[in-house]
């Protein structure tokens, strides 16, 4: 452990899209203030960034690679049979995998961006949630195909098909918990810093796509308000939530403001520093020297 007093220290990274990409901002914090982490969660859109910071990547290389993989591309293929199925269901047979756009191109950009990378291979613990689309129970993905467990786990309702793994049909991570806290404290983590975020409302409904983007912002919010509340008051954890705020309006697909993404998350985690390192027993700079 890294950690000081060896106090396993956990980061937790919700459903936040673009968003996400605060996590860098927090972890150039913690390298900079000698602070390592023990495990890594991630849901949704922040299953990538999990993923990416437990492979050891750098800032810089995935900061790169974001720009290069989550573009407006990745939802510009519409799926004609899918819609084919809304308006025929009977004479084309719709069904369970249901979804508006074509997953070839987020498939070729997540293996462009992981490959072969599996869990076994991380250098930190990995884990990452998805939602059982048959009884709506959280999924805990913890061995086998990195990209599988991530594309399960970005199945955004409407947008993309659910994603089969095993004998499972899974969807969005945030359909049963935008900020996973739970599966860092089933790990045993002693203090869990919780990066969430507040989805944004829609400004125009004029698509089917933002109706759905507008309820799933609805729901993921006061999700993400009663799991706080719920961790607060169970208190089985040192939780830490650190919830950015963006004076920017930041859209699903603006990977062109990642530098300012990174310094709120920067800003957001220094908040957060002194208390942190009371927890973790004391300075954490002048323990990475000592």
């Given at each position: 452990m890294g950690s000081l007093n060896d106090k396993k220290v956990a980061l937790v990274i919700g459903a936040g899209s673009v968003k996400c990409a605060a996590a860098l901002g927090l972890q150039n914090v913690f390298k900079?203030?000698?602070?390592?982490?023990?495990?890594?969660?991630?849901?949704?859109?922040?299953?990538?960034?999990?993923?990416?910071?437990?492979?050891?990547?750098?800032?810089d290389r995935v900061t790169d690679m974001t720009k290069r993989l989550w573009t407006r591309d990745l939802t510009s293929q519409r799926d004609r049979m899918a819609l084919l199925r809304v308006a025929f269901p009977r004479l084309f047979g719709f069904d369970a995998t249901?979804?508006?756009?074509?997953d070839a191109p987020v498939m070729?950009?997540?293996?462009?961006?992981?490959?072969?990378?599996?869990?076994?291979?991380?250098?930190?613990?990995?884990?990452?949630?998805?939602?059982?689309?048959?009884?709506?129970?959280?999924?805990?993905?913890?061995?086998?195909?990195?990209?599988?467990?991530?594309?399960?786990?970005?199945?955004?309702?409407?947008?993309?098909s659910p994603y089969?793994?095993?004998?499972?049909l899974l969807?969005?991570?945030?359909?049963?918990?935008?900020?996973?806290v739970n599966v860092a404290m089933r790990e045993g983590a002693d203090v869990i810093i919780a990066m969430g975020f507040e989805s944004p409302n829609q400004t125009k409904i004029n698509s089917v796509g933002r109706f759905s983007f507008q309820l799933s912002s609805i729901m993921t919010n006061n999700l993400l308000k009663s799991r706080f509340a719920f961790h607060n008051i169970t208190h089985h954890s040192e939780v830490i939530p650190i919830v950015p705020r963006f004076d920017q309006r930041v859209r699903l697909f603006d990977t062109d403001k990642i530098p300012y993404i990174i310094e709120v998350g920067e800003r957001a985690a220094e908040e957060q520093l002194p208390y942190l390192r009371r927890l973790l027993g004391g300075d954490a700079t002048e323990a990475a020297g000592a």
């Open positions: 900079r203030e000698g602070i390592e982490i023990d495990l890594v969660v991630g849901c949704s859109a922040g299953s990538m960034y999990a993923a990416l910071i437990a492979a050891g990547y750098d800032v249901f979804g508006m756009r074509k070729r950009r997540l293996r462009e961006a992981f490959g072969d990378l599996t869990f076994e291979g991380m250098k930190i613990p990995l884990h990452i949630t998805a939602t059982d689309f048959a009884n709506g129970e959280q999924v805990i993905l913890s061995s086998g195909s990195v990209v599988d467990a991530i594309r399960a786990s970005i199945s955004i309702p409407y947008i993309f089969k793994i095993g004998d499972r969807i969005d991570g945030f359909m049963s918990d935008p900020l996973p």
